[in-house]
């Protein structure tokens, strides 16, 4: 199993960041796909960035962003592998919703933007942006 627990989520102003941090422990083998989903009140859950920590041999780690935060937002991971963050800049009231930590998922092609591809959820985090 994956434990992911998240971060850093709070009340900003539109024009604001925020940096949401989502640290996994148990067997983090299972983190070579990781993503951020956000849902807001009445809304499904949607896939917002992720991040795929291949090897060098298969290219590397990859990241996809939704087109809605493309240029705003920016996933990376710690050295360590264990930590996943979401640079949150620019932020707009439509970015508000609860933020969720996503481990042991699909990455490739539109897969990661679907929740039911991810095994492992965090807690969540609330984003409010007004």
């Known amino acids: 199993d994956v434990q992911l627990v998240e971060s850093g989520g709070g009340s900003v102003q539109a024009g604001g960041s925020l940096r949401l941090s989502c640290a996994a422990s148990g067997s983090t083998y299972s983190t070579n796909c990781m993503a951020w989903f956000r849902q807001a009140p009445g809304q499904s859950r949607e896939g917002v960035a992720s991040f795929y920590y291949g090897s060098s041999y298969f290219g590397g780690a990859a990241t996809n962003y939704a087109d809605s935060v493309e240029g705003r937002f920016t996933i990376s991971r710690d050295r360590g592998g264990n930590v996943v963050y979401l640079q949150m800049d620019n932020l707009k009231p439509e970015d508000t919703g609860m933020y969720y930590c996503?481990?042991?998922?699909?990455?490739?092609?539109?897969?990661?933007?679907?929740?039911?591809?991810?095994?492992?959820w965090g807690q969540g985090t609330q984003v409010t942006v007004s």
């Open positions: 996503a481990a042991h998922g699909v990455c490739s092609g539109d897969h990661w933007k679907v929740a039911k591809y991810f095994t492992y």
